[in-house]
């Protein structure tokens, strides 16, 4: 007995597989160009698809009844193909960070600024950075007036955490630590110093994963020479639970919400706001 395309399918038959690209392909890449409305990536998506379809083959329902023509195998394809599509657009998604706060210019006095940044989820696209001076002296090379925003491109750092490694971090404390301290061996002027140096680096991010930002003041709580600031200020003004590095050091502490253990930013600049964007220049809806 001649079994049916489906079946052919199922076991992985790849002349079946041509025989499906064939008379599906351009229904598949019709139905991502009308979801995108860009062709590039439709084509993109269309590979994608076939791909996935490849590795899921065996999720056939071999009992399913089969239209003449073979269209019952194109609502399986869309369902891939709109899957890969939203798995395609998360991954091209960018975290915005929007700050504000005070640091000194060498010689030159002490500098207020705004600034907003996008960042790659996954890394490895350059972001921007969009500072505005509000007062005080200007960067070296920086001639923007105050209040005229500035944008300076943040290329992709492959020795930056980023979002997607952040989601895959463990969110107990100690186990955190131990994973920080494993991956930061070797750095540093102190492995101390280098751990401090990660989790600070993770923190505005982190803000999307509330479980890890509690974690995270956790963990670095536990680190030899950190000590709580139990009244503490962000630059904002907020108040909060502070953790200090060094003693009698005033003008390095992240402060935390006292309740939720959220980062609210630092003596020295608040975090105003994080979100996920699908482009840079975007900013979150509120």
Not at 110 to 139: C, E, H, M, Y
Request: hydrophobic share 40%; no cysteine.
């Amino acid at each position: 007995m001649e079994l049916s395309l489906r079946a052919r399918i199922r076991a992985g038959d790849p002349q079946a597989f041509a025989e499906l690209f064939g008379a599906h392909a351009r229904a598949v890449y019709s139905h991502a160009a009308r979801l995108t409305g860009d062709r590039g990536i439709a084509e993109d998506v269309v590979s994608l698809t076939f791909l996935e379809a490849w590795r899921l083959r065996e999720k056939l329902r071999p009992d399913a009844p089969e239209p003449e023509e073979g269209d019952g195998l194109r609502p399986w394809l869309y369902g891939i193909a709109t899957n890969v599509l939203r798995n395609t657009r998360r991954a091209a998604q960018y975290v915005y960070v929007r700050t504000q706060g005070s640091q000194k210019i060498m010689e030159l006095g002490t500098q207020i600024f705004r600034r907003s940044d996008w960042t790659a989820v996954d890394g490895k696209r350059s972001g921007l950075a969009r500072i505005t001076v509000l007062s005080g002296p200007n960067l070296p090379g920086h001639q923007a007036p105050k209040g005229t925003p500035e944008d300076m491109t943040l290329s992709a750092d492959p020795n930056v955490t980023t979002y997607r490694e952040l989601e895959a971090l463990p969110t107990d404390p100690d186990a955190l630590l131990k994973k920080i301290y494993a991956d930061t061996e070797g750095q540093g002027p102190t492995q101390e110093e280098a751990v401090l140096e990660a989790i600070g680096d993770m923190l505005d991010d982190a803000m999307l994963l509330p479980e890890l930002d509690a974690a995270l003041y956790r963990a670095a709580a536990k680190i030899p020479g950190v000590r709580v600031v139990e009244n503490a200020k962000d630059f904002a003004g907020r108040p909060g639970i502070g953790l200090s590095f060094k003693e009698h050091d005033e003008n390095d502490v992240w402060v935390f919400d006292k309740k939720s253990l959220n980062y609210l930013g630092s003596n020295v600049e608040a975090l105003l706001g994080v979100g996920v964007v699908d482009k840079v220049g975007d900013e979150p809806k509120s």
